[in-house]
T-cell receptor
Framework: AQTVTQSQPEMSVQEAETVTLSCTYD???????LFWYKQPPSRQMILVIR??????QNATENRFSVNFQKAAKSFSLKISDSQLGDAAMYFC???????????????FGEGTQLTVNP | KAGVTQTPRYLIKTRGQQVTLSCSPI?????VSWYQQTPGQGLQFLFE???????NKGNFPGRFSGRQFSNSRSEMNVSTLELGDSALYLC?????????????????FGPGTRLLVL
C-alpha cells in the first residue's frame, strides 16, 4: 500500500520570505502523480501544484515550486515570497495512474499547518 | 465552468439515523470520489465512481454506500449513524475518457458537507 508522510505538523514563515514543506512517500509503482493541496479555514481543498512521476522537470506554478526526487521518494513544496493568504493546512497527496477498471485514489499525508507572520 | 458542488453544506443527525449527501461534479467530469476527513484519522478515501460503476473502495464498513447517476452526479449514504461518523465529507471529480493513462489525473474538490452526529 502507498503511504505519504509529512514530518512537519506545523511551520511558520515571515511574510515575503521563503518556506519549504517536506513530503516523502512510499510506493512500488513507477507511474504515478503527486500533488500539493491547501486547505484554508474555509475547508475548501484547493490544488496548488501537481507533478507527473515520469517528468524529470520540477513543476512550478508562480510562487510555488516543487523539488521532486523520484529515487529518494521525496516531494517538497517551496513557497516563495510568502503572503498572508498562503496560511493554510497543506496536504501532500499521491495517486497512481488511473485505470478504467480499478480507478485510483488519492492518498494523503497528515498535513502541515503553515502560519504566515506579518 | 462551475466547480464541484455539494449539498447540503451542514447537517446534524442523531445516532441511528441515516443520511444522504449529494455531489455534482464539474461539467464533463465522469469520475467522482468521496473522502472523509476527521481530526483523528485525517483524510481517508471512501469510494470512487466512474460511468455509474464503483471502481474503487476504501476500508469503510458496509454502512457507507454510494451511487452515481447517468449525469455523473453522485450520492453517498450512511446508514445507522454513529458518533464517529461526524466528519467533513469531501467529494472530488476528475476527467477521464475511460481509457487508461488519460492525462487529466487531477481531482478537484467541492466545499464539503460537515456532518455532526449527536
Amino acid at each position: 500500500a502507498q503511504t505519504v508522510t509529512q514530518s512537519q505538523p506545523e511551520m511558520s514563515v515571515q511574510e515575503a520570505e521563503t518556506v519549504t514543506l517536506s513530503c516523502t512517500y512510499d510506493t512500488s509503482e513507477s507511474d504515478y502523480y503527486l500533488f500539493w493541496y491547501k486547505q484554508p479555514p474555509s475547508r475548501q481543498m484547493i490544488l496548488v501544484i501537481r507533478q507527473e512521476a515520469y517528468k524529470q522537470q520540477n513543476a512550478t506554478e508562480n510562487r510555488f515550486s516543487v523539488n521532486f526526487q523520484k529515487a529518494a521518494k521525496s516531494f517538497s513544496l517551496k513557497i516563495s515570497d510568502s503572503q498572508l493568504g498562503d496560511a493554510a493546512m497543506y496536504f501532500c497527496a499521491y495517486r497512481r495512474r488511473w485505470s478504467g477498471t480499478s480507478g485510483s485514489r488519492l492518498t494523503f499525508g497528515e498535513g502541515t499547518q503553515l502560519t504566515v507572520n506579518p | 465552468k462551475a466547480g464541484v458542488t455539494q449539498t447540503p453544506r451542514y447537517l446534524i443527525k442523531t445516532r441511528g439515523q441515516q443520511v444522504t449527501l449529494s455531489c455534482s461534479p464539474i461539467s464533463g467530469h465522469r469520475s467522482v470520489s468521496w473522502y472523509q476527513q476527521t481530526p483523528g484519522q485525517g483524510l481517508q478515501f471512501l469510494f470512487e465512481y466512474f460511468s455509474e460503476t464503483q471502481r474503487n473502495k476504501g476500508n469503510f464498513p458496509g454502512r457507507f454506500s454510494g451511487r452515481q447517476f447517468s449525469n455523473s452526479r453522485s450520492e453517498m449514504n450512511v446508514s445507522t449513524l454513529e458518533l464517529g461518523d461526524s466528519a467533513l465529507y469531501l467529494c472530488a471529480s476528475s476527467f477521464h475518457s475511460g481509457f487508461s493513462g488519460t492525462p487529466q489525473e487531477t481531482q478537484y474538490f467541492g466545499p464539503g458537507t460537515r456532518l455532526l452526529v449527536l
